[in-house]
């Protein structure tokens, strides 16, 4: 706006809970602007305006902002919760992740435990289709259980000795039959 040169700015919000005048180049001014005046109060109120102060001279420029971002995180966790503040969150989060861990463990398990059973039942029915093939022209096309298509089950192999084809190296590699390899 036109009429912004002879409008002073309104002072950040710092100056103005202070009660006092915003100076160009308070250090204040961009990271406490009017529309925010709870971020400074809290701010004030845990850590002290001329600590904030003190401590954004200190630092660079460049990281005052993350600074101040975090003195506001920090400050408004500690009205939150007086006792913990941010180490309340940071020990939910930290129990979260080990319950999280110990459920992916458990499922990892589970799974081994899968595949090892298909593994198993697997090599069960080869041993069935090994005693069926003499006999295989009186079961017909019937889909017993020792005709099953092995290739279906990716994560494991035809067991070696059911196929000449395959050595014993080929256990559990299904890309070993890649005869690009
Ligand atoms: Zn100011």
């Given at each position: 706006?036109?009429?912004?040169?002879?409008?002073?700015?309104?002072?950040?919000?710092?100056?103005?809970?202070?009660?006092?005048?915003?100076?160009?180049?308070?250090i204040?001014?961009?990271?406490?602007?009017?529309?925010?005046?709870?971020?400074?109060?809290?701010?004030?109120?845990?850590?002290?305006?001329?600590?904030v102060s003190k401590l954004l001279n200190e630092i660079?420029?460049?990281?005052r902002?993350?600074?101040?971002?975090?003195?506001?995180?920090?400050?408004?966790?500690?009205?939150?919760?007086?006792?913990?503040?941010?180490?309340?969150?940071?020990?939910?989060?930290?129990?979260?992740?080990?319950?999280?861990?110990?459920?992916?463990?458990?499922?990892?398990?589970?799974?081994?435990?899968?595949?090892?059973?298909?593994?198993?039942?697997?090599?069960?029915?080869?041993?069935?289709?090994?005693?069926?093939?003499?006999?295989?022209?009186?079961?017909?096309?019937?889909?017993?259980?020792?005709?099953?298509?092995?290739?279906?089950?990716?994560?494991?192999?035809?067991?070696?000795?059911?196929?000449?084809?395959?050595?014993?190296?080929?256990?559990?590699?299904?890309?070993?039959?890649?005869?690009?390899?």
């Open positions: 706006m036109a009429s912004s040169s002879s409008y002073s700015n309104p002072p950040c919000a710092a100056c103005k809970f202070l009660r006092r005048k915003c100076l160009p180049g308070c204040f001014a961009p990271y406490f602007p009017p529309e925010e005046p709870q971020k400074f109060a809290n701010v004030h109120k845990i850590f002290g305006a001329s600590n660079q420029p460049h990281q902002e993350d600074a101040v971002n975090s003195l506001a995180y920090e400050a408004e966790a500690r009205m939150k919760d007086p006792v913990y503040g941010c180490v309340g969150a940071i020990s939910v989060l930290q129990r979260q992740v080990i319950r999280l861990q110990k459920e992916l463990d458990a499922t990892n398990a589970d799974l081994m435990r899968y595949a090892n059973r298909e593994v198993s039942n697997q090599m069960v029915n080869n041993q069935q289709r090994n005693m069926n093939y003499g006999r295989r022209s009186s079961m017909g096309a019937v889909g017993g259980p020792g005709i099953i298509d092995q290739t279906n089950y990716g994560f494991c192999v035809v067991p070696s000795y059911n196929n000449d084809n395959n050595s014993p190296n080929t256990w559990n590699n299904p890309e070993a039959d890649d005869d690009s390899m």
